[in-house]
């Protein structure tokens, strides 16, 4: 019985032994797996950085759409593909001011990144202190990112946006064929304009639309004969508020809308009013309209809905009105921002690197109706119209969006204002008066 007892021990004590060692070695393998800079490529065990990483959604603010939008989710998709703990949620905001400032005063917003139009805006959040500084981001591409867009959304040495999409509005598009149908030649001053205009009522086709209803695209026409009166330097003076919205030039550029509206070179007003800007484009296409002034990225909504450029459709500038002043093109871009108490920080702060970068914006621009700030992006990546603008814009003087550069609660004055011009052309006297009402209110404060 003893002699069992002591087998039995002996055993025991053997397999103790074993387990022991047995655990030192394992113990041994574990730390030198973990410690190596380089795991195996047979192993099949994922490392613990991958296993306990856990994904972050980072959510971005905007309001691009239909088209553009859906661009904007295949880009967002390769960053995923890059990042695979990173998911990307993108919302269309289509009340995107009310949203940013509604959620910026809380203190907690439910948003990472936002893509605005508007840099004084940004600006002024940022000096108050709701906004991330973006510095970092703009010293990571010192030197490629277009100044002129970086300048509005600096204050002192600190930049609270960047921007990852340029575009421009470089003059009126029209349909090829209804031009070579009546015989007619894209105009080049402001009474062939006219003549052009005469035409085509006659024949019964809407010579311009203006999408009047969505109110923004007016300050776009607005400021296209701004230029043509007065230059950029009226456009830039108006824009400061170094000159008045009733001084004569201003409201020269008024009235010559009022006589194009009074003409009916924008159709019957009471239709005019409740156009929708998107809507004009296909109508532009089809030959409904003849003439369309709008940005650069209906080149690329022309071409989704089949229609060729050169071909089916071209684009000149504004017709000359004063011979003695310089043409210049109105440009802007989308900034991205990021809320001081952003709910993921660090994953939007590395996010907005990559979207100020050459890779995202090549893919956007590659994509068409898209121009790129980082001067990175290859000319060789351009649709052949949209390097046609990027060419006007190195030709021509460039000068920004005057009401996304005036104070941000002036924008909308201008909007309502101009709306009221299409609704009634003859009040364009009043309605220059009373902009000048609320400019000196808003630019005092």
């Not at 970086?150 to 009126?172: F, Q, R």
């Not at 311009?208 to 009166?229: N, Q, T, Y």
Request: charged share 20%; hydrophobic share 40%.
């Amino acid at each position: 019985m003893k002699r069992g007892v002591r087998k039995f021990a002996l055993l025991l004590s053997l397999f103790l032994l074993g387990a022991i060692v047995a655990g030192c070695i394992s113990q041994k393998e574990t730390t030198t797996t973990t410690a190596s800079p380089s795991p195996s490529p047979t192993s099949s065990s994922a490392s613990p950085t991958q296993t306990q990483q856990k994904t972050v959604e980072v959510i971005v603010y905007g309001q691009w759409g239909g088209v553009e939008g859906q661009n904007f989710q295949n880009a967002l998709k390769q960053y995923e593909k890059e990042h695979p703990n990173v998911k990307i949620k993108y919302v269309i905001q289509s009340k995107l001011r009310d949203a940013v400032l509604t959620e910026l005063a809380t203190g907690s917003p439910g948003f990472d990144i936002a893509i605005l139009p508007w840099p004084a805006l940004i600006k002024e959040l940022g000096e108050k202190g709701q906004l991330e500084p973006l510095n970092s981001v703009v010293d990571a591409y010192k030197g490629d990112i277009m100044e002129n867009l970086l300048e509005p959304v600096k204050s002192g040495n600190t930049y609270y946006g960047v921007p990852i999409k340029a575009w421009a509005k470089p003059g009126i598009w029209y349909n090829v064929h209804v031009f070579k149908n009546n015989n007619l030649e894209p105009p080049k001053t402001l009474d062939e304009l006219k003549q052009v205009c005469d035409v085509l009522k006659s024949k019964g086709i809407q010579p311009m639309a203006s999408g009047a209803a969505d109110k923004w695209p007016l300050s776009d026409i607005f400021e296209a004969v701004l230029i043509r009166v007065g230059g950029p330097e009226l456009h830039q003076k108006l824009m400061r508020h170094e000159v008045k919205w009733t001084d004569p030039q201003v409201v020269e550029a008024f009235k010559i809308l009022s006589d194009l509206l009074k003409q009916g070179c924008y159709g019957d007003p009471k239709v005019a009013i409740g156009e929708k800007w998107e809507a004009q484009v296909a109508r532009l296409g089809k030959g409904e309209v003849a003439m369309y002034f709008m940005g650069n990225w209906i080149n690329l909504m022309l071409q989704k809905e089949g229609y060729k450029p050169g071909v089916d459709y071209d684009l000149i500038p504004f017709p000359e009105i004063n011979p003695n002043v310089d043409f210049a093109i109105v440009a802007g871009g989308d900034w991205i921002i990021i809320p001081k108490n952003a709910p993921h920080k660090e994953a939007a702060l590395e996010l907005a690197k990559w979207f100020a970068g050459p890779e995202y914006q090549k893919i956007m621009v590659e994509q068409k109706g898209y121009l790129a700030p980082n001067l990175k992006v290859p000319k060789s990546a351009y649709d052949p119209v949209d390097a046609k603008i990027i060419d006007m814009m190195a030709k021509y003087t460039v000068v920004p969006d005057l009401d996304d550069n005036v104070p941000s609660g002036f924008q909308p004055v201008i909007w309502n204002k101009l709306f009221e011009l299409w609704a009634n052309p003859d009040n364009y006297k009043q309605i220059a008066q009373e902009l000048e009402q609320a400019a000196q209110q808003y630019y005092k404060s």
